[in-house]
């Protein structure tokens, strides 16, 4: 894997603090440790916010946040904004769209990083999936044991995992961008702002908000759906399933092959 800064930096502070598994620690520790005012409240489109003093810094967590695993990626990503961008911006707001990864470079991407290794670092996170067959549940699991948000444990998997997944994430009906694991070619159809196919998964919730049950999450969908393909097309080999964000209007989809 590349060296990314985020994952860098997350690593010296565990050990700084002499860390060893992440169910050591509470993120409220470390922050309060770095000194930072942390202030639960409910603010607007927005699941964290920090913002740089002269003298402290606060970090805002949105009290509306429902998943405990999702607090804990937002607070981890502002605590890595604090460790890695302290006087570059005084202000930044972080909503569903900046913790969902790729889609920003720089600053976000690093901070995702460093909330990625603190929460999952990746030795632990490659012993816990290893030999454990792909399922929505295994991402359930996964956000459970780690006590992350499942979207960061889709995109954890994506770097990790030993099953080739896809990612494509929707807003407003919108393909935004999708995302594969090392060695899973396929040619995605031309789709990219453009709406998601109309027979998939994600395209269910924002046509008529179907959002499928536990046992439900993993649907059965042709390759064609996603995918170009020449022919024999059929159902069974290929899974969609669709995490949702309704707050934010997203859909995060996950595709994988039998
Ligand atoms: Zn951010």
């Known amino acids: 894997m590349p060296i990314n800064k985020g994952a860098v930096t997350a690593r010296r502070m565990l050990s700084e603090f ?24 409910k603010i607007s ?41 302290h006087n ?31 929460l999952m ?3 632990y996170f490659v012993e816990y999936t290893q030999g454990k067959p792909f399922s929505p549940d295994l991402l359930r699991n996964i956000a459970d044991h780690f006590q992350t948000s499942i979207t960061s444990a889709a ?31 396929r040619k995605v159809k031309d789709i990219t702002k453009l ?22 999450s993993a649907q059965s969908i042709y390759k064609s759906t996603w995918f170009e393909t020449g022919s024999d097309d059929e159902l069974d080999e290929y899974f969609e399933y669709a995490i949702v964000t309704k707050d934010y209007n997203t859909v995060l989809s996950i595709i994988w092959e039998r």
């Open 195 to 216: 709406h998601p196919p109309e027979d998939s998964v994600a395209m269910e919730f924002f046509n008529d908000g179907t959002i499928y049950k536990k046992e439900g």
């Open 155 to 185: 995109f954890r998997y994506l770097e990790l995992g030993q099953h080739p997944i896809f990612l494509f994430y929707c807003k407003d009906k919108r393909v935004i961008y999708w995302k594969n694991s090392e060695n899973f070619y």
């Open 121 to 123: 670092p990746s030795k």
């Open 88 to 118: 570059v911006d005084t202000h930044l707001e972080d909503n569903a769209l900046t913790l969902d990864y790729f889609k920003n470079g720089g600053q976000e991407y690093e901070a995702n990083q460093f909330a990625t290794e603190l």
């Open 45 to 85: 489109n927005s699941d964290g916010r920090i913002v740089f003093g002269k003298s402290k810094t606060k970090i805002t967590i949105n009290s509306d946040i429902k998943y405990l695993g999702r607090r804990r990626f937002t607070l981890a990503h502002e605590l890595g904004h604090f460790a890695m961008h």
């Open 18 to 41: 002499g860390i060893e598994k992440p169910d050591d620690f509470s993120i409220e520790e470390l922050i309060h440790a770095r000194d930072i005012i942390l202030e639960e409240k």
